[in-house]
C-alpha cells in the first residue's frame, strides 16, 4: 500500500488561494459540493506525478527531480479556471480555455525531466485541474465566476498519502 506520492505541481498564490477557500464555502453553502474541501494550503495543480511509494521515495530520484527542475527556463503564465463539477468520486476546479501557456511549461519541464533520465516517470495524459473535493460523487459541471492567478513558480511536492499533509522538497522561480 503505497504511503507517499512525488509530483510536481503548482500552487495557487496567496490571493488565488484565498479565492479558492471562499470558493468552496460558497459552494457548500449552496449545496453543490458536499463534502469535505482538500484544505487550502494543499490546493495544487499537478504538472507530473512521479510515483507512489511504500516506504521512502528514492533519494536518487528527488534528486534527478531537483536536477531537471533547476534547468527549466520560461516566463510566468496566467492560469484561469470557470468551471466546476464532480467526476469519479472527485470535485474539480476546471478551465475552459486549453491553457497553452501551462501546457507549453509542462513541456518544457518534461524535456528536463526526459533529459534527467525519467523518461519512464512521464504520463503523457494531462488533465490540468484543481481538486477541491475528494469525497464527492458525479455532479454535472457548472460555470464560476473565473479563479486564475499568474504562475512564477512550481514545486516538488512529497504527499503523505491518507496524512493529509504534503511536504515542499523543493521550488524554482519561473524565469526566462
Same mark, same amino acid.
Given at each position: 500500500?503505497?504511503?507517499? /506520492?512525488?509530483?510536481?505541481?503548482?500552487?495557487?498564490?496567496?490571493?488565488?488561494?484565498?479565492?479558492?477557500?471562499?470558493?468552496?464555502?460558497?459552494?457548500?453553502?449552496?449545496?453543490?459540493?458536499?463534502?469535505?474541501?482538500?484544505?487550502?494550503?494543499?490546493?495544487?495543480?499537478?504538472?507530473?506525478?512521479?510515483?507512489?511509494?511504500?516506504?521512502?521515495?528514492?533519494?536518487?530520484?528527488?534528486?534527478?527531480?531537483?536536477?531537471?527542475?533547476?534547468?527549466?527556463?520560461?516566463?510566468?503564465?496566467?492560469?484561469?479556471?470557470?468551471?466546476?463539477?464532480?467526476?469519479?468520486?472527485?470535485?474539480?476546479?476546471?478551465?475552459?480555455?486549453?491553457?497553452?501557456?501551462? /501546457?507549453?511549461?509542462?513541456?518544457?519541464?518534461?524535456?528536463?525531466?526526459?533529459?534527467?533520465?525519467?523518461?519512464?516517470?512521464?504520463?503523457?495524459?494531462?488533465?490540468?485541474?484543481?481538486?477541491?473535493?475528494?469525497?464527492?460523487?458525479?455532479?454535472?459541471? /457548472?460555470?464560476?465566476?473565473?479563479?486564475?492567478?499568474?504562475?512564477?513558480?512550481?514545486?516538488?511536492?512529497?504527499?503523505?498519502?491518507?496524512?493529509? /499533509?504534503?511536504?515542499?522538497?523543493?521550488?524554482?522561480?519561473?524565469?526566462?
Amino acid at each position: 500500500m503505497p504511503k507517499r /506520492r512525488l509530483f510536481f505541481g503548482i500552487w495557487p498564490d496567496e490571493g488565488a488561494t484565498g479565492r479558492l477557500a471562499r470558493l468552496t464555502v460558497q459552494l457548500r453553502d449552496d449545496a453543490i459540493m458536499p463534502g469535505r474541501p482538500v484544505d487550502a494550503d494543499r490546493l495544487h495543480i499537478t504538472l507530473h506525478h512521479l510515483g507512489d511509494f511504500a516506504d521512502q521515495i528514492p533519494s536518487n530520484l528527488v534528486a534527478a527531480a531537483c536536477a531537471a527542475a533547476a534547468t527549466v527556463v520560461t516566463q510566468p503564465f496566467e492560469v484561469v479556471f470557470d468551471r466546476v463539477g464532480g467526476t469519479k468520486g472527485l470535485f474539480l476546479l476546471r478551465a475552459s480555455d486549453e491553457l497553452v501557456a501551462m /501546457r507549453t511549461f509542462r513541456q518544457v519541464l518534461t524535456v528536463a525531466l526526459i533529459k534527467a533520465g525519467l523518461r519512464d516517470r512521464i504520463h503523457s495524459a494531462f488533465n490540468p485541474h484543481v481538486t477541491l473535493s475528494y469525497d464527492f460523487s458525479d455532479v454535472p459541471e /457548472r460555470t464560476i465566476a473565473p479563479v486564475g492567478w499568474t504562475v512564477r513558480q512550481f514545486v516538488l511536492i512529497e504527499s503523505l498519502l491518507g496524512e493529509h /499533509r504534503h511536504i515542499e522538497l523543493g521550488h524554482w522561480s519561473i524565469r526566462s
